[in-house]
T-cell receptor, first 114, second 113 residues
Framework: DAGVTQSPTHLIKTRGQQVTLRCSPKSGHDTVSWYQQALGQGPQFIFQYYEEEERQRGNFPDRFSGHQYPNYSSELNVNALLLGDSALYLC?????????????FGPGTRLTVL | EDQVTQSPEALRLQEGESSSLNCSYTVSGLRGLFWYRQDPGKGPEFLFTLYSAGEEKEKERLKATLTKKESFLHITAPKPEDSATYLCAVQATPYNQGGKLIFGQGTELSVKP
């Protein structure tokens, strides 16, 4: 049973560029959440997608946007990159209707903005 | 404002030396408290979910407990392979409205042989 997968593993961009990160949820999961983790900090919630719509959003600017496809996979897009966007971006998936609320994380994408 | 604070920030133990990690939380209404383990450069690995005060969960050398204000992760006779950052998170929003996780900053555990 494949867990949560993310691509790419690492990415280097320059300020002002745009980036797209991808996530495939764990088999049987239909909800995808995205988190940003700065070095030495806990993950910060960006947003969550369910049924191809953004269901909840954290305190992140509109430069951060996302999408969920009918197969439940998801993308995180960041426009006009800033140096401060350098972080580990984590995708987490969870199922609905099971009564279990834990989220399972992928390995992350390390984004470096120069 | 919903908030999670973990202590200590870092903990160094000798192999076999038992200890506890603390997670204090302030939320409007707790839906669930989660413990994760994170190795350097990797994604968090799920350990436990606790839903109500008095609940306890165990897995190998780890035991998680929950009160109305805090949770403890007890590590009994740790081994070097237990070295990692341990993250605590709470879920305050009703799950059908999103259920985002609010994380603490983590406790970095180092176990020396």
């Amino acid at each position: 049973d494949a867990g949560v997968t993310q691509s790419p593993t690492h990415l280097i961009k320059t300020r002002g560029q745009q980036v797209t990160l991808r996530c495939s949820p764990k088999s049987g999961h239909d909800t995808v959440s995205w988190y940003q983790q700065a070095l030495g900090q806990g993950p910060q919630f960006i947003f969550q997608y369910y049924e191809e719509e953004e269901r909840q959003r954290g305190n992140f600017p509109d430069r951060f946007s996302g999408h969920q496809y009918p197969n439940y996979s998801s993308e995180l897009n960041v426009n006009a990159l800033l140096l401060g966007d350098s972080a580990l971006y984590l995708c987490a998936s969870s199922p609905t209707g099971t009564g279990k609320h834990e989220q399972f994380f992928g390995p992350g994408t390390r984004l470096t903005v120069l | 404002e919903d908030q999670v604070t973990q202590s200590p920030e870092a903990l160094r133990l000798q192999e076999g030396e038992s200890s506890s990690l603390n997670c204090s939380y302030t939320v409007s209404g707790l839906r669930g408290l989660f413990w994760y383990r994170q190795d350097p450069g990797k994604g968090p690995e799920f350990l436990f979910t606790l839903y109500s005060a008095g609940e306890e969960k165990e897995k190998e050398r780890l035991k998680a407990t929950l009160t109305k204000k805090e949770s403890f992760l007890h590590i009994t006779a740790p081994k070097p392979e237990d070295s990692a950052t341990y993250l605590c998170a709470v879920q305050a929003t009703p799950y059908n409205q999103g259920g985002k996780l609010i994380f603490g900053q983590g406790t970095e555990l180092s176990v020396k042989p």
